[in-house]
């Protein structure tokens, strides 16, 4: 009885009939990158004007975004900043160590500035 049956291979009625053959295959359709001295070369920045941000110049506007600040001792992103020195601090330690008394006058001036954060002081 068991060679009667027929047994058939499945048809799936979704796949097109040549679905596998191998001369369908699309060949070198990927992306394909190039550097910037050849986007300089290709593009032509003479005909703009100076003013004009390109690949080629720096002079891009500011950025929008505000500057990130940093720990003045550690160097790591520092989200306070101590109001008597002024100094930028990252973690509870180091708000220690501005505070204790080994950090003189001199030391706080010396990492303002490093920062570029002197106070300007008005001659009488």
Not at 17 to 23: D, E, F, L, M, V
Not at 36 to 65: C, K, W
Not at 77 to 91: E, H, I, M, Q, V
Request: aromatic share 10%; hydrophobic share 35%; with cysteine.
């Amino acid at each position: 009885m068991a060679d009667d049956i027929d047994v058939k291979p499945k048809v799936f009625k979704f796949k097109k009939k040549g679905w596998k053959n191998p001369h369908n295959v699309v060949r070198g359709g990927g992306r394909s990158w190039i550097n910037l001295r050849q986007i300089i070369a290709a593009a032509d920045f003479g005909r703009l004007p100076a003013g004009v941000p390109t690949y080629s110049n720096i002079e891009a506007s500011s950025s929008v975004y505000p500057s990130k600040k940093y720990c003045d001792i550690t160097g790591q992103p520092a989200p306070y900043k101590d109001p008597r020195t002024r100094l930028r601090y990252s973690t509870a330690a180091v708000f220690r160590q501005i505070r204790s008394p080994a950090m003189t006058t001199e030391l706080v001036d010396k990492y303002l500035s490093v920062r570029n954060a002197q106070p300007k002081l008005k001659k009488k």
